[in-house]
């Protein structure tokens, strides 16, 4: 059934409807369809604007078509032109010419925009959830390992020590920020566009506060125009997810280079890595790898929206129909991602010893070397050199920077002296730096319980 039609004499070209045809994929939304139509039309009953009994009769037969799509009896019929077609043809199959009256002051401009809303709101809800499960996983290991000593890295070469425990708290002030912006999506769209019709409102007198009430939106758009053609909410959520996509990226670059022999800081499970087909040795980690490359595919869906919405004028265009396959496939994309992420990081099993070693080489106490000439009185950018021509000596002695012996640092500066040697093993280089967000243990536990307190408050 379509839902205009009056004013053509010749019939949609077959090839051509296929290509309008949004069911394919818009079927998913029928549970927001058929609860944004329920209130509806409660509220023409309401207002009188449809007799009451019609108002009932489309409400009892929404619930009835809702339970049989639910449970399977009822099958989504392909050659619909969209799911509010589907819906409404099988409304008036069912009761008649009460049914018709069901889209009295609405247009499917507005109930789309509504439908949208509706299923952004809820796949935020889901993609939070996951994200606090994350988070969880996070602060649970972070816990473990708050004196497991490892290398910190900057342009992938070895800087500075710092904890494990420091590292994953990194992430989970990244993933903590991706819960924020998504909640700050959801206030976006978190508005109720139904009574805009399809750009200057109606001349019914709908109470759109009723329905805003009955679907459990915080407040109903303020213009017409703007609720109709607006897709920012579905840009934003998009956004969130392609920062959480990005995030997910990098710490699964991180996994697979530990994993390969030339760090082995961590070994993945068997359930997420799998093998070769020609090299008997290989152990691959493929789930990682697949999460990275699915980043590009949630970037696709927001260069696609964006580039959608660009140029559009007001107040809806076709072209609009094209925000769902892309919101859809980025918020499946993202929920499974989160989900084998996840369990990959749960099941880790993590080489603390070779951790330690690496941190030992490097030169990452470098620093802490400089900072002890400082604090006898040299100026840094002088401790700076003496430490660099120490690490240079050092290298062609092929030795740690604290294997070096008190007359040959003093060689280089007569201040050296044994207390040195204690300031830059890598333990003091870690628990020297207490400051807050600092990797030192006393830190750590700092941000390990105000960490804690988030999660609390957000459970």
């Known amino acids: 059934m379509k839902l205009w039609g009056g004013v ?89 010419d009460a049914g018709r009256r069901l889209h009295t002051g609405r247009s499917r401009n507005d109930q789309v925009a509504l439908d949208m809303r509706m299923y952004v709101k809820e796949e935020i809800a889901c993609v939070c959830a996951g994200i606090i ?46 819960y924020r912006r998504l909640v700050n999506c959801y206030e976006g769209a978190d508005a109720m566009p139904l009574g805009s019709g399809a750009l200057a409102s109606t001349t019914y007198p709908l109470d759109r506060e009723f329905v805003r009430k009955k679907l459990g939106f915080s407040r109903i758009t303020e213009n017409s125009l703007d609720a109709v053609s607006d897709r920012d909410f579905c840009v934003e959520f998009t956004s969130c997810l392609s920062i ?29 890595a799998t093998g070769s087909s020609i090299m008997p040795q290989k152990k691959n980690p493929d789930m990682a790898e697949l999460i990275r490359g699915k980043t590009g595919r949630v970037y696709g869906s927001l260069m696609g929206l964006l580039t959608m919405m660009k140029g559009l004028p007001m ?10 396959e892309a919101v859809f496939d980025a918020a499946d994309t993202v929920n499974s991602c989160l989900s084998v992420f996840c369990a990959m990081f749960q099941s880790l099993s993590f080489n603390t010893e070779n951790m330690y070693k690496s941190a030992l080489g490097g030169y990452t106490n470098a620093t802490d070397a400089a900072d002890w000439l400082v604090k006898k009185g040299v100026a840094f950018r002088d401790a700076h050199e003496i430490i660099g021509r120490l690490v240079l000596y050092a290298i062609e002695k092929n030795v740690p920077l604290d294997k070096l012996t008190l007359a040959e640092l003093k060689k280089v500066s007569d201040i050296f002296d044994e207390t040195v040697f204690h300031a830059i093993s890598v333990e003091a280089c870690v628990n ?28």
């Open 244 to 272: 959480i996509m990005m995030h997910l990226s990098r710490f699964c670059e991180e996994l697979i280079l530990w994993s390969a022999d030339a760090f082995d800081f961590v070994k993945i499970s068997d359930a997420y």
């Open 133 to 178: 499960d994350l988070l969880e996983s996070l602060l649970s290991t972070a816990k473990t390992h708050t004196t497991t000593i490892m290398p910190g890295f900057t342009h992938l070469q070895k800087a500075q020590p710092v904890t494990l425990a420091h590292h994953l708290l990194a992430y989970f002030h990244m993933f903590k920020r991706d």
């Open 315 to 324: 107040a809806y265009n076709k072209d609009m129909q094209e925000d769902k």
């Open 432 to 459: 020297a730096r207490n400051v807050p967000g600092g990797p030192a243990e006393s830190a750590v536990l700092k941000e390990i319980k105000n960490s804690q307190k988030f999660l609390a408050s957000v459970r």
């Open 8 to 96: 053509f004499l010749g019939q949609t070209d077959e090839a051509a409807g296929l290509f309008h045809s949004s069911l394919p994929f818009d079927k998913r939304l029928y549970k927001h369809d058929i609860h944004g139509s329920i209130a509806h039309a409660q509220m023409l009953g309401k207002q009188g604007i449809i007799p009451k009994p019609d108002a009932k009769a489309i409400v009892n037969a929404l619930n009835i078509i809702l339970a049989e799509i639910e449970s399977g009896t009822l099958v989504i019929d392909e050659t619909a032109e969209d799911i509010h077609s589907f819906v409404e043809a099988q409304l008036i199959l069912r009761i008649g």
